[in-house]
């Protein structure tokens, strides 16, 4: 990677950090409680937001997966002691949102949007993963967890455990999906102004 | 004897081992974690940051896990001061606990022999060139960065972006904090080429230890016995 790139990583990645340290550590006491499952998402959909308009300035493979991973060491370096589930939880969305984008090599809007849905819905399935690492749980407990806050978040209305999950993953890839959509539309309207300052200057 | 690798491979040894593993076995690998740990040079380092462990935070809900899996699980066997509790559940959230503990000091032990530096190197060697210097750049760039977002977002709310068409101020916010970024890289950028400075040329790299190949290999071995068991 050019230098160029490695200083857009490092700002990007500290962008990420920052939200993550800031807003991130507050965000689970700001929301009120039925709305509690939503504080990891949210941060999901800022956090590959920041990580998408980065990666219209790093036009390269692995890209979006080192401005991840910066934030992601940040985030570990941030709480004081080590915990795991977050630096984990980054490198999980990045990773797949970098898959996505593997395909292209210049950014392009459909891979974007793709990418933030993916990387967001992954934090559903993270719970899973989380708690059969950490606990030793049963997939079963956690698929009871997650309905409960579904029902929480929606409402007791919905009386089969597979249509609140299948709602909240919707909800999830639609959060991801715009977030993709506004990193989309942000880099490429910084871009142009960019472009339009260089060309006063000359 | 025992380098970074070693410390990553007892890490991941314990990730991937603990949750398989279940009773006295637990136990074992509690000792090796912390005999490992100890045998490292930075020992003093390494006690302190199990004395961080002691708090209560930590250790309440720790200590109340069990009681909370004995009392809603199935049989009720057992009475104490006459609340209903289960032998089984209390032995379950018993083997939780000790499983938590584990993946707590395995942790404990990373962050205590390795540095922030250590863990970008560390990607580097696995093909992610450059991060250090990035992680560098970031480190620099944080208190800045956040200053500039935070004008920007009051700048903002000041001239009343974010009341009608909030949607459109997000997006101006966003664009204006993205287009500052790019005008801090490009300073940066400079100033770096000024001092003719070369990330690529210090290419640093972790040394081995003599122990890590051999603390890896018997790690590996032991967890696929302690997993068939």
């Given at each position: 990677?050019?230098?160029?790139?490695?200083?857009?990583?490092?700002?990007?990645?500290?962008?990420?950090?920052?939200?993550e340290m800031?807003?991130?550590?507050?965000l689970?006491?700001?929301?009120?409680?039925?709305?509690?499952?939503?504080?990891?998402?949210?941060?999901?959909?800022?956090?590959?937001?920041?990580?998408?308009?980065?990666?219209?300035?790093?036009?390269?493979r692995?890209?979006?997966?080192?401005?991840?991973?910066?934030?992601?060491?940040?985030?570990?370096?941030?709480?004081?002691?080590?915990?795991?589930?977050?630096?984990?939880?980054?490198l999980?969305?990045?990773g797949l949102?970098?898959l996505?984008?593997?395909?292209?090599?210049?950014?392009?809007?459909?891979?974007?949007?793709?990418?933030?849905?993916?990387?967001?819905?992954?934090?559903?399935?993270?719970?899973?993963?989380?708690?059969?690492?950490?606990?030793?749980?049963q997939?079963?407990?956690?698929?009871?967890?997650?309905?409960?806050?579904?029902?929480?978040?929606?409402?007791?209305?919905?009386p089969?455990?597979?249509?609140?999950?299948?709602?909240?993953?919707?909800?999830?890839?639609?959060l991801?999906?715009l977030?993709?959509?506004?990193a989309?539309?942000?880099?490429?309207?910084?871009?142009?102004?960019?472009?339009?300052?260089?060309?006063?200057?000359? | 004897?025992?380098?970074?690798?070693?410390?990553?491979?007892?890490?991941v040894?314990?990730?991937?081992?603990a949750?398989?593993?279940?009773?006295?076995?637990?136990?074992?690998?509690?000792?090796?974690?912390?005999?490992?740990?100890?045998?490292?040079?930075?020992?003093?380092r390494q006690?302190?940051?199990?004395?961080?462990?002691?708090?209560?935070?930590?250790?309440?809900?720790?200590?109340?896990?069990?009681?909370?899996?004995?009392?809603?699980?199935?049989?009720?066997?057992?009475?104490?001061?006459?609340?209903?509790?289960?032998?089984?559940?209390?032995?379950?959230g018993?083997?939780?606990?000790?499983?938590?503990?584990?993946?707590?000091?395995?942790?404990?032990?990373?962050?205590?022999?390795?540095?922030?530096?250590?863990?970008?190197?560390?990607?580097?060697?696995?093909?992610?060139?450059?991060?250090?210097?990035?992680?560098?750049?970031?480190?620099?760039?944080?208190?800045?960065?956040?200053?500039?977002?935070?004008?920007?977002?009051?700048?903002?709310?000041?001239?009343?972006g974010?009341?009608?068409?909030?949607?459109?101020?997000?997006?101006?916010?966003?664009?204006?904090?993205?287009?500052?970024?790019?005008?801090?890289?490009?300073?940066?950028?400079?100033?770096?080429?000024l001092?003719?400075?070369?990330?690529?040329?210090?290419?640093?790299?972790?040394?081995?230890?003599?122990?890590?190949?051999?603390?890896?290999?018997?790690?590996?071995?032991?967890?696929?016995?302690?997993?068939?068991?």
């Amino acid at each position: 990677m050019r230098v160029r790139d490695l200083i857009y990583i490092g700002l990007f990645g500290a962008l990420w950090g920052a939200l993550e340290m800031t807003l991130g550590s507050f965000l689970h006491t700001l929301l009120p409680p039925g709305a509690a499952p939503l504080a990891g998402p949210i941060m999901a959909a800022l956090g590959i937001l920041i990580a998408l308009i980065g990666r219209h300035f790093v036009p390269q493979r692995g890209g979006l997966m080192a401005i991840g991973t910066v934030a992601a060491l940040l985030k570990l370096l941030s709480l004081g002691q080590v915990r795991w589930g977050p630096f984990l939880g980054i490198l999980i969305e990045v990773g797949l949102a970098e898959l996505i984008l593997l395909s292209t090599r210049r950014p392009r809007r459909f891979p974007f949007i793709l990418a933030g849905a993916l990387a967001v819905a992954s934090t559903l399935g993270q719970a899973f993963l989380f708690a059969a690492i950490f606990l030793g749980q049963q997939l079963t407990v956690t698929w009871s967890k997650i309905v409960q806050q579904g029902r929480t978040l929606l409402g007791e209305q919905l009386p089969l455990a597979w249509m609140i999950v299948l709602l909240l993953s919707l909800i999830y890839l639609i959060l991801g999906g715009l977030a993709g959509e506004l990193a989309w539309e942000v880099g490429r309207a910084a871009s142009q102004r960019l472009a339009h300052r260089q060309e006063e200057t000359r | 004897l025992i380098g970074p690798y070693g410390y990553v491979a007892l890490f991941v040894w314990a990730l991937v081992t603990a949750p398989w593993v279940e009773g006295p076995w637990l136990i074992l690998m509690l000792v090796i974690i912390v005999g490992i740990s100890l045998f490292g040079a930075k020992r003093q380092r390494q006690v302190a940051a199990w004395q961080r462990l002691l708090r209560l935070p930590v250790l309440l809900p720790l200590a109340l896990l069990p009681l909370l899996v004995a009392l809603f699980s199935a049989p009720k066997d057992l009475v104490v001061a006459t609340i209903a509790l289960s032998l089984s559940g209390l032995q379950v959230g018993a083997w939780i606990v000790l499983r938590v503990i584990v993946l707590l000091l395995a942790g404990s032990s990373f962050s205590a022999h390795i540095s922030v530096t250590q863990i970008a190197l560390l990607f580097e060697g696995i093909g992610l060139r450059g991060l250090g210097f990035a992680l560098g750049v970031a480190l620099n760039a944080l208190p800045l960065t956040v200053r500039s977002v935070q004008d920007t977002w009051q700048a903002l709310r000041l001239r009343g972006g974010l009341r009608r068409a909030w949607w459109r101020g997000i997006r101006l916010f966003l664009v204006a904090t993205t287009v500052q970024i790019a005008l801090r890289a490009e300073e940066t950028l400079q100033a770096i080429y000024l001092r003719a400075f070369d990330p690529e040329r210090r290419g640093q790299r972790l040394p081995w230890q003599r122990g890590d190949l051999f603390l890896s290999i018997g790690l590996i071995m032991l967890g696929v016995i302690l997993i068939l068991l």
